[in-house]
């Protein structure tokens, strides 16, 4: 007999579960919230799957195969899965998850006002579904599992999620509620991994860890934006996984030399600020779109570039998706959880780029830096010749030609 998975049986006393020990203020803030509306009376049958992904882009790519397989996995139909995911990627959402119905809710709201919170927990109540799924290895309870815990469903399915002391009373809260909870490794395996792990383990079948894919539009490109082109991306939500803007001022420099327009992407609050960039201003070659692109804009743009040049970020993952020429510049914070890919997984138009350090796996609380506007050490440490050398494996010496 071949074991596919281990279910995990969390259990507490009564009293625990009323009234727990360890909380933090903001559960008990939001729990009389949440409990108003789990407790609200629902009439009519429970049908469908509610999927909850209340996480970013990259993410968001990383599980779309592995919610082809929910159907034969869950026993429902594609018209009866949703999916409740970040309003941040809803521009795409019925690209990348054209079988499905997503509901897009304002996470950093649903975090911190009140009002906002009830009104989403009262429309996810009233969804009323008969299985409730979040299979987030990373992921926030007062989040994620606090829409499952509302929701109610006769059937909540939950992977086994990243623990610390911080919050651990909370997820043992949850999953002790009468959940299936469901192991998918250990860190750091890859989330490719545990995606095919959970569905392994809910459909009693072996599912591989598959590459994420992406049938995206055919649409014209953004006025400006000339053929042939390489994409770079500088930016990211958290400073210290930026590679040194001068760093990627330099590797346009040599883009250019080898044949390329450049198209620097981002968003608003990701503009350059500093000088490095001046010099390539004069260069018609060079197109600066940062915050001046809407997200299915940037999929047209990625999707049509010769070349994509990322930091470890949503975008890199979408570029991959799409099936184009990408490099992807990787710190060791989580090293392996998301970036790189695993072998198997990790298809040819991708390229990895990182430089090993004693203290990988940091989990971004870096004590090397100055302050927190600065480049990580283990990304700033990429080379710009490391980065060189992996867009040749993908695009060849056009300068040779």
Known sequence: MVVLFNRIEITASPFWRLLPKGMRRRWWLFRVLDGIARRWPVFGSRTGLLAIRMDGIGDMVLFQQSLEHYPEAFGVNFDEITVLGCDSWQGISKEVFPKVKVVAINEHKYARNALYRLTVNFRVRLMAPAVTVADAYFRRALMSDSLAWVANAPRTVVAMPYINEKTRTEYRW??????????????????????????????????????????????????GVKTPYAVLNPGSNEYGRRWPLKDYASLAKWLRTEGLRVVFVGKPDEKASDDALVPLRADEGVLDLTGHSTLPELL????????????????????????TNTVVIVGGGHFGCFVPYPEGVAPGHAQFVYERMECYHCFWRCDKRDNNYQSYPCVSAVRVEQVKAACLELIGDKSDG
């Open 174 to 223: 949850y999953m002790s509620q009468g959940w299936e909870v469901i192991d998918t490794g250990i860190y750091p395996d890859h989330e490719t991994d545990r995606h095919a792990a959970f569905i392994s383990a809910v459909g009693d079948k072996i599912v591989a860890p598959e590459t994420p894919r992406i049938t995206w539009r055919d649409r014209e490109l953004p006025a």
């Open 300 to 323: 047209d743009i990625m999707k049509n570039a010769a070349l994509v040049v990322s930091n470890d970020t949503g975008p890199a993952h979408v570029s991959i998706a799409l099936g």
